[in-house]
Every structure is written in C-alpha cells, then in structure tokens.
C-alpha cells in the first residue's frame, strides 16, 4: 500500500514547477531509498515463488528483474545451448548471427554457388566469408565456394525428405519441415533447433545443388518454382522465403553415362568421365548449356557460317537429329 501512495504522489506531482511538488518528490525519494529493500521483496514475493524446471525435473534458479522476456531469455539460452543439435554453430563473426544475416548468406554464396576471383565485396559476399564456414555449408580454405560434403544439415534434410517422399513425383508441405527441424523431437529424436530462415537456407542448398524443387504459394512473387535452373537469379527477400509452399525431390537426369565423355572433351574437362553425385551432374549439365549458348552466339557473329551451316544442313536433314 505503500508503494502504491508513492506512485499516487509522483504521478500527481511530477513535471510541476512548484515549492510543494519540489518537498512531496524529495520526499518521496528519501522513503523509497530508505525502504527499498522491503520495496524489492514485493516483486520476490508475489511473482517468485513459481518453479521452472528442466526435462529431468531440476529446478533452474531464476531472478525476477525486467520484463518477462528479459528472465526467460536466460533459462531458455541454457536449455537451448544444452539440448539442441544447433549449439555447435559457433559464430566467430564480429556481429552476431540472425535472420538479416542469413538472408545475407543466401542471396550471396547459396544462390551463386561460388563468386568469382576478385569480386568486389558486397553485403552478401561478406555475410557469407563471415557465416558460410560456421553453418558447414564453405570449407576452407576455399572462401568462394559452396560445400555441403561436412554440412551435417543439408545431409540430414536429404535424407529425410527422401525417406519421407521417395517418389519424385510427391511432394512435402515445407511448414512440416519447420516443424522437425526447427524445434525439438525432430527426426531421429534429435532436437535440432534451428531458426526458420537457416531451415531455408538449407533447403535453398539442396536447391543449388540440384537435389531439391520448391514451390511457392502467394501473390506477386517473381517465380512459382525454385529450382537449380533460376535460383540464381532470384532475389530472395523476406516475402519470397515465407512463401516456400511445398518441396519436391528432383529425379537425376537420365543418360549421363553416355552425355559425360563428350561432355568431358567439349568442356576440357577429363573427370567428368568419373561425376556420378546428382549435384555434380547438374552442375556438368549447366556448363554445358553455357557452353552451347556461347557457341552459338559466337558462331553467328561469324561471317558466312550461318549459310554454310544451313547448306550443310539440308544435305543432312532427316539423317540426324542434335
């Protein structure tokens, strides 16, 4: 009661510029610095006498100070750093990790997949050298680069998704991927704990590396589907990310066996002969779609090999097919 007539009194007084507002207030200070430790107790008494307790039933010491925020966050810190998988994440950034920075991450080494020597820093060039080694998903030495081989996450989303689909043609509803990898009792029993936007980032992995589709669902989005072939040309903000609808496994494309040794002699590359990850073939798949769109290009600018090549053409035509 009290404490009640104090904030009475101040409430009525404060911001007068009066000879009796001037006593009542330094009054008012002189009994809450004398009694303030029987002032505190009042917070102790009434909102401390509950019990937090962890799984095994053991009681976790807490102090009633701030908002109710400010005594969680402490105590779900150390269940968080204690139970969940995530906990080897250690950043060693000079910011902290969060969902700005993961963005950040994606729209640089998860959607380029490698960056080019002397790239000019960007936000998202520097976001990924400062994270990408942390979430396992760059190893060095090798600063430009996407990695999955030690990326534990990507590997354990994959073989989920592919244990839960199996046909390519089904599909997962992506907030069900939320759900286990996100929180805790997730595949296997493993408690994960991994933020929405790394569950993304993960999955956008797969993506990049030709394993995954992901279907979008929303308005005014720039595609319906992400998928190896226009990734890296997606800007992916916040509203593209939180429209992620279902995903699809992608089927390994067929006749690589016999693609791969012209393959290896148009690209100059002898160890495609020996690629047999879905991942490498995809990316096998694309240089050689550069490859034939610079080839063309260039064999048009020529002069005359345009009509020689129709020539050659009708000679040819019904015998072969390219």
């Keep these: 009661m009290d404490f009640a007539a104090y904030r009475r009194m101040v409430a009525e ?33 009434s909102y ?10 053991t009681q976790m010491n807490f102090v009633v100070q701030g908002e109710l925020s400010a005594i969680l966050t402490t105590l779900a810190g150390q269940v968080l750093d204690t139970i969940c998988v995530c906990r080897e994440l250690e950043f060693d950034a000079p910011a ?13 080494i998860v959607r380029s997949k490698s960056f080019p020597r002397g790239a000019k820093p960007t936000k998202e060039i520097s976001a990924s ?4 080694f942390a979430l396992q998903i760059m190893r060095r030495p090798n600063d430009r680069s996407l990695d999955l081989r030690e990326c534990r996450y990507t590997n354990d989303l994959s073989e989920w998704i592919e244990e839960k689909l199996g046909d390519t043609t089904t599909t997962l509803p992506a907030d069900t991927i939320y759900k286990n990898f996100m929180g ?23 993506v990049r590396e030709g394993r995954l589709r992901i279907t979008l669902s929303g308005r005014n989005l720039p595609v319906e589907v992400v998928d190896y072939s226009n990734i890296a040309g997606i800007d992916f903000k916040v509203a593209v990310l939180d429209a992620f609808h279902q995903v699809q496994r992608l089927k390994p494309p067929e006749g690589w066996e016999t693609l791969a040794p012209f393959a290896a002699v148009l690209l100059d590359d002898p160890s495609l002969n020996t690629v047999h990850e879905d991942a490498d073939i995809q990316d096998a798949i694309q240089r050689l779609m550069t490859f034939k769109d610079e080839q063309y290009s260039k064999a048009r600018s020529e002069n005359g090999l345009p009509s020689l090549f129709r020539q050659s053409s009708r000679r040819t035509a019904g015998k072969c097919s390219i």
């Design 13 to 45: 007084y404060i911001g007068k510029d009066t000879e009796e507002a001037r006593l009542v207030l330094e009054w008012v200070q002189g009994q809450l610095s004398a009694n303030i430790g029987a002032i505190y107790r009042i917070v102790s008494d």
């Design 48 to 57: 401390g006498r509950g019990r937090i307790a962890a799984q095994d039933h």
């Design 96 to 108: 902290p990790s969060n969902d700005v920075n993961t963005i950040n991450v994606i729209n640089g």
């Design 129 to 132: 050298q400062n994270y990408g």
């Design 184 to 206: 805790i009792n997730g595949p296997g029993g493993l408690h994960y704990g991994l933020s929405k936007r790394m569950v993304q980032m993960y999955l956008l992995c797969l």
